[in-house]
């Protein structure tokens, strides 16, 4: 008997639906896939996908008042940081490949962050975990400000992504036990055409379910690699988030 992944003409691991990665990982196959919708930022001419840059977050994290000390959750879990670098004018994000060692989300790419411990602040967490899996200083992040917690179908409580600043480009280095590899991707990159893509998936037990029981699951195809799930959910707020103050435009240039 063939199994869901080949009646669907998919290999386990995804390849078929994502070819051309450097680095296959394992995706679910929920039990019915529909195509998504458009990218946030479709009708955003290419020119202006251009020169995404820490200073462009950090004045769309302001106009939505997101650039203080996050809320805290009903129930806080985790927390991820968002570390963003100008390089060549362009914004770019620290990404790490997770260990295959790893009892969750093996071999996926993720932000920096982990599980809160007891008496923590969602910032200390983030800068703490950062630190313990790719050398991340702590001292050497700005805080920028906040974005919206979620949760994942894996674990209960929320996640909370912080945004922050670096001065250049870090010196990093993997811790093997958690870390597979550590690397970055321009927020440019990640706007370009071809590289979003939506997929509608019928789940249980999930926030944001239509009437129909379909959640949206976000991919990003780059270079060599494929992000998806929570990591790709963050970066869609973000980027939605970025693509919005851009169409309202600049108060301080427009006169608003």
């Known amino acids: 008997m063939k199994s869901r992944g080949e009646r669907a003409g998919r290999t386990e691991d995804g390849r078929h639906r994502f070819p051309g990665h450097e680095y296959p990982q394992v995706i679910p196959e929920p039990d019915e896939v529909r195509p998504g919708g458009r990218p946030p930022w479709a009708d955003l001419d290419p020119a202006a996908r251009r020169g995404l840059t820490v200073e462009r ?3 769309a994290l302001a106009r939505r008042g997101q650039d203080g ?6 129930a806080p879990r985790a927390s991820v940081l968002v570390a963003l670098f100008d390089e060549g004018g362009e914004a770019q994000v ?4 997770r260990a295959r060692n790893l009892r969750a989300h093996r071999g996926e790419v993720a932000l920096p962050g ?3 411990e007891v008496g923590e ?3 200390e967490t983030a800068l703490r975990e950062a630190e313990e899996e790719v050398g991340l200083d702590p ?3 700005r805080p920028l400000g906040w974005l919206a917690p979620l949760s994942t179908r894996v674990a209960s409580g929320a996640i909370v992504p912080l945004v922050g600043a670096l001065a250049s480009r870090p010196s990093l280095e993997a811790q093997p036990d958690e870390v597979e590899r550590v690397f970055t991707v321009a927020l440019t990159d990640l706007l370009a055409e071809g590289a979003f893509l939506e997929e509608r998936w019928r789940r249980e037990g999930l926030a ?3 009437d129909e029981g379909f959640v949206p699951i976000y991919f990003y195809r780059v270079p060599g690699d494929l992000l998806w799930g929570a990591t790709a959910r963050v970066l869609t707020d973000l980027l939605s988030m970025v693509v919005e103050d851009l169409a309202l435009g600049d108060p301080r240039r427009t006169g608003g």
């Open 57 to 59: 977050v950090a004045h």
């Open 69 to 74: 000390a996050p809320p805290e959750p009903a």
């Open 94 to 97: 620290v990404l790490t490949r």
């Open 114 to 116: 982990g599980r809160r």
């Open 121 to 123: 602040s969602p910032w």
């Open 139 to 141: 001292a050497a992040v």
């Open 208 to 210: 944001g379910l239509d």
